[in-house]
T-cell receptor, first 115, second 112 residues
């Protein structure tokens, strides 16, 4: 079974540009999460989708970040305009619906560098 | 105070040693607890879910003390391949599927 996939693996952009990250969850997983790790800090939650609905977006830093999950399959996270402090590794995770919904499986991450 | 606290290490141990990691969490409403393993520049991988009665998976034993809000991970007979960062993670919501809160991780280096 394929795991969570993310694209791109790396992105280097200039301050003020726009970047869109993509996540494909494990097939059949209704729950999809975005997390971020900035250098020297712990991994932090950004938001949670259940199918196409945003269940919890309490971790989104500001309105420069927009996450979508149209159709309840893959998700995108857009940063517009990017700032220097947005640099970090963006992880996506997914979990199934039901008894083991608390076990989240992570993708390899997208390493974003804003210069 | 951080929501999940871990000793960052590094713990340097010889192959075959037993090593224990501890973690405390502040949210008494936390329902689920985990240890994840993260190799350098890789994603976190679920190592174990931690059950209230304690659980064992091969060389790994996890324990939970809800009264003290404390989680531990014991690794017996350490292997070189166990070298990684071990992340203590709690689920902070009242439901089963909700955001995870991570500790900063404890780095383990197993040497010959």
């Amino acid at each position: 079974e394929a795991g969570v996939t993310q694209f791109p693996s790396h992105s280097v952009i200039e301050k003020g540009q726009t970047v869109t990250l993509r996540c494909d969850p494990i097939s059949g997983h209704d729950n999809l999460y975005w997390y971020r790790r900035v250098m020297g800090k712990e991994i932090k939650f950004l938001l949670h989708f259940v199918k196409e609905s945003k269940q919890d977006e309490s971790g989104m830093p500001n309105n420069r970040f927009l996450a979508e999950r149209t159709g309840g399959t893959y998700s995108t996270l857009k940063v517009q305009p990017a700032e220097l402090e947005d640099s970090g590794v963006y992880f996506c995770a997914s979990s199934q619906f039901g008894p083991f919904s608390y076990e989240q499986y992570f993708g390899p991450g997208t390493r974003l560098t804003v210069t | 105070r951080k929501e999940v606290e871990q000793d960052p290490g590094p713990f340097n141990v010889p192959e075959g040693a037993t090593v224990a990691f501890n973690c405390t969490y502040s949210n008494s409403a936390s329902q689920s607890f985990f240890w994840y393993r993260q190799d350098c520049r890789k994603e976190p991988k679920l190592l174990m879910s931690v059950y209230s009665s304690g659980n064992e998976d091969g060389r790994f034993t996890a324990q939970l003390n809800r009264a003290s809000q404390y989680i531990s991970l014991l690794i017996r007979d350490s292997k070189l391949s166990d070298s990684a960062t071990y992340l203590c993670v709690v689920n902070g919501g009242t439901g089963t599927a909700s955001k995870l809160t991570f500790g900063t991780g404890t780095r383990l280096q197993v040497t010959l």
